[in-house]
């Protein structure tokens, strides 16, 4: 079962803008830390960018500091990443990731299945 939903990829030029959101139909995401990763063709996953659930603490990969921004609306139950100033090398599917520590010291760990974002003119 798909445990969440991202969206809002696609094609865009150099210099150009994206949103992407991460939506979980079945679970709460209130006490979830969430992040987005990203695998370009070839290469390794790597972490983008991270936002905490207590306090909002966000944190990011040096490569997107200053383009991207990592955000959550709990109302909403979804997370978004706005990824601004977008470079060829962004290129990449991007996935969203779900952890949570329950009281009996398990970990959740939840995956979407990904949007490709292409950024090429």
């Known amino acids: 079962q798909v445990q969440l939903v991202e969206s809002g990829g696609g094609l865009v030029q150099p210099g150009g803008s994206l949103r992407l959101s991460c939506a979980a139909p079945r679970f709460t995401l209130d006490y979830y830390a969430m992040n987005w990763f990203r695998q370009a063709p070839g290469k390794e996953r790597e972490g983008v960018a991270c936002i905490g659930y207590s306090d909002g603490s966000t944190s990011y990969a040096d490569s997107v500091k200053g383009r991207f921004t990592i955000s959550r609306d709990n109302a909403k139950n979804t997370v978004y990443l706005q990824m601004n100033s977008l470079r060829p090398e962004d290129t990449a599917v991007y996935y969203c990731?779900?952890?949570?520590?329950?009281?009996?010291?398990?970990?959740?760990?939840?995956w979407g299945t990904g949007t490709l974002v292409t950024v090429s003119s």
């Open positions: 990731n779900g952890k949570t520590l329950q009281a009996t010291g398990a970990t959740l760990d939840y």
